[in-house]
T-cell receptor, first 115, second 114 residues
Framework: SQTIHQWPATLVQPVGSPLSLECTVE??????LYWYRQAAGRGLQLLFY??????ISSEVPQNLSASRPQDRQFILSSKKLLLSDSGFYLC??????????????FGEGSWLTVV | GNSVTQMEGPVTLSEEAFLTINCTYTATGYPSLFWYVQYPGEGLQLLLKATKADDKGSNKGFEATYRKETTSFHLEKGSVQVSDSAVYFCALSPGGAGSYQLTFGKGTKLSVIP
């Protein structure tokens, strides 16, 4: 069966520090991968998605970036965090094409607090 | 473009009450529709889905029917429990080339009191 893991689960970072959140998927090949952000009291915002290694699409311009160095690994980064980057970050995956019926599955989430 | 509108919360119900969370959508073509649930401090879990008109998704006592004529996918449960307290998200995935994306509603927070 397919599983998705992201880490760290919780982190507190000072303003201006770098960020790296990692996500891996097991049990599938060539998945579509996603990073979402959920700010306090707000809905889900799609940040990045990737349909293959090295292919990253950004939905929202910001000081965050994403990379996909391996087929099942997706990394969210920042060189200098802002207070407004605080939130709950969710990694997600979907099977390629029409596999899994367009269902997107989410990881456990990472709480980021920028202080 | 695609959009999802769901009723704003928070919704507070007593245990064993009937639940309805309204969701309507705007999309071209034939989208798939989903309900996700987020328990406190956790990620989102797929609750149920429907991929074509008149399909009924069901899970854990929750149901939702894909109504193309009213562009709706309302979530219902006949008797809620305290353990159902969570945030519920309605979402759609467009068919065809856009199927890699998911558009979410803003979420509805449900609190069930004993």
């Amino acid at each position: 069966s397919q599983t998705i893991h992201q880490w760290p689960a919780t982190l507190v970072q000072p303003v201006g520090s770098p960020l790296s959140l990692e996500c891996t998927v097991e049990g599938t090949s060539n998945p579509n991968l996603y990073w979402y952000r959920q700010a306090a009291g707000r809905g889900l915002q799609l940040l990045f998605y990737s349909v293959g290694i090295g292919q990253i699409s950004s939905e929202v311009p910001q000081n965050l970036s994403a990379s996909r160095p391996q087929d099942r690994q997706f990394i969210l980064s920042s060189k200098k965090l802002l207070l407004s980057d605080s939130g709950f970050y969710l990694c997600a995956w979907k099977g390629p094409g029409s596999f899994s019926g367009n269902t997107i599955y989410f990881g456990e989430g990472s709480w980021l607090t920028v202080v | 473009g695609n959009s999802v509108t769901q009723m704003e919360g928070p919704v507070t119900l007593s245990e064993e009450a009937f639940l309805t969370i309204n969701c309507t959508y705007t999309a071209t073509g034939y989208p798939s529709l989903f309900w996700y649930v987020q328990y406190p401090g956790e990620g989102l879990q797929l609750l149920l889905k429907a991929t074509k008109a008149d399909d009924k998704g069901s899970n854990k006592g929750f149901e939702a029917t894909y109504r193309k004529e009213t562009t709706s996918f309302h979530l219902e449960k006949g008797s809620v429990q305290v353990s159902d307290s969570a945030v519920y998200f309605c979402a759609l995935s467009p068919g065809g080339a856009g199927s890699y994306q998911l558009t979410f509603g803003k979420g509805t927070k449900l609190s069930v009191i004993p």
